[in-house]
């Protein structure tokens, strides 16, 4: 069993290649789909369908027959990086492929909705090449975070206006990265994955026509990183030794807890407004990587490195508001807006993992055609500059960086009705 | 444009003026009075797609004003009313069934409809259109 789930969640980071993601809150999507996604990730109280495998479970429960959906996003981050005395380096062009395809049903005209998807949760990546290392030489920093999701959901209504919903999340991360490796100290790291297994609890309640409420509880997706290779680089004399057992301790997918609401005015309209907390403080404090294993004689005292990265991210909160207006039968369409605080301290910015862009205005729009539902989103964040203030020591190797960061998202899904 | 949206936003609506629905007993009653179509609407409380269509489609005063007028439209909570159900064996909701003028089901139709789909279903069957052709090619006319 463990050996198909891997099987299928490796296949779909195969096919989200060439590699993976910038998040957006932290290192998470702001929503999951077109519809999610337009409304600035204002959904835990909105009808979702089959997306809400990724969001509310308990808004599975607005699926009446069945539907299959299929899409995702490809998100453009424009990035800069600029190390202490030097000119800024811009981020090589990427676009990610994050995912979504999801099945949904409600069990005949029973209280019970089911449903299965993958999806990508999030992650995140820079690609800096040409960037001077410690030794003044040109180099890279480059970094993959992914996190792919299959996530059976149920999702059961409790009276008329009470619904409940749960979601079981088995998650497969992978971790690569390069850090300065042409330099002395530089690291090459490559293949670190692990198997997570999490669960969201969801509830809506619907307290009228026009308002309802819901909340969900994410919990925290523990790791196991390990199977990589590490390339290290010792500079003149021992040269690069490779080691072949590398294993990431302390990094974490965190839990969070999630409000909102809905008000509809009028028949047409839709608002949303959600309120999340991501404890990132438990999550990604210091992250730190352990080679062992090496495949050539090392002196004594090198047969395993232990390279601590001090992140110590801070808690997040972010505020989702989002609009719909149902045109007609044909047309509908969305704005929203997300605020999501930076999680990244000051102090401990580090370039390779920089998840810290605040600001995001989305807009959107579905067109139906019969049983057919198309969903397209815009998604920009907000450039946010940011600088290294901590002192410079072995664990804050990049004081004094700053890093710039911006991005587009293009959301597209297609969902059929049967 | 979220701006834009909010400000534009009306206040909450009051009457929608839609159509104003019958049980089933009453309808019968009143068909068998004077004869016309029942439009049997199945819905549940928590179904999203009956209270869209409820939203976007019978609230539509020009349809609302035509199934009243060419047929007596019955609202079916299926919660409430198994044995509904259980006659006309619906296994999901929405389902709207037409039932001619001698209370036979003369189209069936699952799942969301539009305002459009709507409007043709009720003139199939209350123009008899469904003694001479199929839904499928009626329904795929000019």
């Not at chain 1, 959906?69 to 424009?78: E, K, T």
């Not at chain 2, 079916?76 to 389902?95: G, S």
Request: aromatic share 12%; net charge negative; glycine share 10%.
């Amino acid at each position: 069993m463990r050996r198909m789930l891997g099987a299928v969640l490796t296949a779909l980071l195969v096919l989200s290649a060439p590699v993976w993601a910038w998040a957006t809150n932290g290192m998470n999507m702001i929503g999951t789909g077109a519809v999610s996604s337009g409304m600035g990730g204002a959904d835990v109280a909105v009808p979702a369908g089959c997306t809400a495998i990724a969001g509310n479970p308990a808004q599975l429960a607005t699926t009446c027959s069945r539907v299959v959906s299929v899409g995702g996003a490809f998100l453009n981050p424009q990035m800069e990086v600029t190390m202490p005395g030097q000119s800024g380096v811009d981020n090589e062009f990427q676009l990610f492929p994050l995912p979504f395809a999801g099945y949904a049903q409600r069990i005949g005209t029973s209280r019970w909705s089911v449903g299965v998807g993958v999806f990508a949760q999030g992650g995140m990546g820079v690609d800096f090449k040409n960037v001077k290392n410690f030794n003044g030489a040109d180099d890279s920093l480059y970094s993959q975070v992914a996190f792919m999701r299959l996530a059976p959901t149920v999702a059961y209504n409790v009276t008329d206006k009470l619904t409940l919903g749960l979601t079981a999340f088995a998650g497969y991360a992978t971790i690569d990265y390069d850090f300065f490796p042409r330099g002395t100290q530089g690291q090459h790291v490559t293949g670190l994955s692990s198997f997570t297994i999490a669960g969201r609890l969801g509830a809506s309640y619907q307290i009228n026509d026009q308002w309802a409420v819901g909340a969900t509880y994410t919990s925290e997706s523990s790791m196991d990183l390990d199977g990589g290779e590490m390339r290290f680089n010792f500079g003149p004399g021992m040269g690069q030794v490779t080691y072949r057992d590398v294993k990431m301790d302390n990094f974490t997918w965190p839990r969070q807890a999630k409000v909102g609401l809905s008000f509809r005015p009028a028949p047409k309209w839709l608002l949303a407004f959600d309120v999340s907390w991501v404890n990132w403080s438990s999550a990604i404090q210091t992250v730190t990587v352990t080679a062992s294993n090496p495949s050539t004689s090392v002196p004594s005292g090198y047969d395993t490195l232990t390279i601590p990265f001090i992140m110590d991210w801070k808690d997040q909160w972010i505020f989702a508001l989002g609009a719909q207006y149902e045109i007609n039968d044909t047309w509908t369409v969305r704005a929203g807006y997300n605020y999501g605080q930076n999680p990244v301290p000051d102090n401990t910015l580090n370039p390779l993992f920089p998840a810290m862009v605040e600001h995001h205005l989305t807009a959107g729009f579905t067109y139906t055609y019969k049983e057919w539902d198309f969903d397209v989103a815009l998604e920009h964040a907000f450039n946010l500059d940011q600088t290294n203030t901590g002192d410079p020591s072995s664990t804050n190797p990049f004081s004094g960086t700053e890093v710039s960061h911006y991005q587009d998202t293009l959301h597209v899904m297609v969902s059929y009705r049967f | 444009m979220l701006i834009a949206l909010l400000l534009l936003a009306p206040a909450p609506a009051g009457a929608d003026g839609g159509v104003a629905w019958l049980g089933y007993e009453q309808a019968a009653e009143l068909a068998r009075q004077t004869p016309r179509p029942i439009v049997l609407f199945f819905s549940a409380p928590w179904c999203y797609l009956c209270k869209k269509m409820q939203r976007q489609v019978f609230s539509d005063p020009d349809l609302a004003g035509r199934l009243q007028k060419q047929s007596y439209p019955v609202l079916v909570d299926v919660t409430k009313e198994p044995r509904l159900m259980e006659v006309y064996e619906i296994k999901q909701v929405p389902t709207t069934i037409f039932l001619d003028l001698n209370g036979n089901p003369a189209l069936r139709l699952t799942g969301y409809q539009n305002r459009a789909a709507m409007g043709r279903a009720l003139m199939f069957v209350a123009m008899g259109h469904h003694h001479r052709m199929s839904w499928e090619a009626f329904s795929s006319r000019p």
